[in-house]
């Protein structure tokens, strides 16, 4: 009996991921959860176990191949008891990989909004030289993410046809490689668009292209709907943390706390986690008409790395002690960096810090974690001439800046809620008073 595997949903209804690379070939046999491949969906790379035990006999997708989930990625043909349909094979739910595909049929496919206009969760149609053969050809039902076999996918982009502008004669929706030709046809026999003054660009050789993909292009397209849905406003303020600084300086000499890398960042944490139990519209999110306040703190930690910036969540932050925050924010930063967060670490956060002073930058106007109310960024440490008891002294003064939503959070309450966070760096001590 042949069964298909459908990639199954990654978590949190993430729609589609991309095949890294293949750990197996076809007529191969593989064993139950024996690891199949790598997928990088926007949140992270994970490993994809085999459902089944059995022999591989057709791999439908190809490394760089974006997969919508619920589409057959690979078949197996299994044992099965005689005159069993294939149909019939059940459908493996993966622990951690969240809930089977809403269709077991059909996959499922991102679409636009109405009226043909791509959303930020669709790739962008290219404009110019399609201008004149647009006006030929209907326009792409609804916006669905076109359907095609990787062997069509490469002659359209051989050809240069854009596969959105493709009217689809396969079963299903499917562009096949006839209504490619056809349309690269009409294509060149278009009039040519009138001639535009050439840019000016530099030689191919001395220019790089990279093509966004996985969790950087996830990241961009974030970055550009909190900045344009949520109205930011950031306020700033410069603190000294001598004291916060010389407490670092007794902990790490402390033997107790061997192990424990516990930075001003920890505490940086801990301090905004006291401060928001007093100001809750930080810990909110705009809900179309309403305001959610959360109870608990899922604090996200900025994390720079090479597939891009990603912001996985310490769960109930607002619970941990300072040397458990700590040890949860370096585990977060290591797995992150490693390319194996997992993405229930990466939703569900309320609140986010980043830290910007380990690149030697002293204040920024960070943009909104998506669905969150505050972000505090740290800038850089720095030893300078400051007022201190009456006099001029050299002290450790660190600027914040808080960046919040200003639909839920006003001026005041920004300004409150980031010089609480203050006042416990300038006196760590005022901490054991606050609840």
């Known amino acids: ?236 303020l410069s603190v000294d943390v001598t004291e916060t600084m010389r407490l670092l300086d007794e902990l790490r000499d402390d033997r107790r706390l061997a192990g424990h890398r516990i930075g001003i960042l920890a505490v940086a944490a801990k301090a905004a986690c006291l401060a928001l139990a007093h100001h809750p519209m930080l810990n909110a999110r705009w809900d179309g008409d309403e305001i959610v306040q959360f109870r608990r703190v899922h604090l996200g930690i900025a994390a720079a790395t090479e597939r891009g910036l990603v912001v996985p969540n310490v769960k109930d932050a607002d619970a941990l002690t300072l040397v458990d925050l700590a040890d949860a924010i370096a585990r977060l930063a290591e797995t992150a960096r490693a390319g194996r967060t997992e993405p229930s670490a990466l939703s569900g956060g309320t609140f986010s810090i980043t830290n910007v002073g380990v690149f030697g930058v002293d204040a920024g106007t960070p943009i909104l974690n998506p669905g969150e109310a505050g972000i505090l960024a740290l800038g850089s440490v720095r030893r300078m001439p400051w007022e201190h008891d009456g006099q001029v002294a050299l002290r450790e003064v660190l600027t914040l800046s808080l960046s919040f939503d200003h639909r839920l959070v006003d001026g005041e309450q920004g300004a409150r809620f980031l010089a609480d966070v203050g006042a416990v760096l300038r006196q760590p001590g005022r901490a054991m008073l606050l609840r």
Do not use: C
């Open 1 to 236: 009996m042949i069964s298909g595997f459908r990639l199954p949903d990654l978590g949190e209804g993430l729609p589609e991921a991309e095949l890294v690379q293949w750990l197996v070939a076809e007529g191969d046999e593989v064993a139950l959860n024996q690891v199949l491949a790598e997928v990088e969906t926007a949140k992270a790379v994970v490993e994809l176990p085999s459902p089944h035990a059995g022999r591989v006999t057709t791999l439908h997708a190809a490394a760089g191949d974006v997969i919508a989930v619920g589409s057959v990625i690979v078949s197996f043909e299994l044992d099965a008891p005689a005159g069993t349909p294939a149909d019939d094979a059940p459908q493996p739910h993966l622990v951690g990989y969240g809930a089977a595909p809403a269709s077991a049929g059909r996959p499922q496919r991102r679409r636009r909004a109405g009226g043909g206009r791509a959303t930020l969760e669709t790739e962008a149609v290219a404009d110019a030289p399609h201008d004149e053969v647009r006006a030929l050809e209907p326009e792409p039902s609804l916006g669905e993410r076109p359907r095609s076999t990787p062997p069509v996918r490469k002659l359209a982009k051989d050809l240069g046809v854009d596969l959105l502008l493709v009217t689809p004669t396969g079963s299903e929706g499917l562009i096949t490689r006839a209504d490619v030709e056809q349309y690269a046809e009409r294509l060149a026999a278009a009039p040519a668009p009138a001639a535009q003054p050439a840019p000016a660009v530099a030689p191919d050789d001395d220019i790089t292209r990279i093509l966004v993909r996985g969790v950087r292009r996830f990241t961009a397209q974030a970055m550009v709907r909190s900045a344009f849905t949520a109205p930011h406003a950031t306020v700033f």
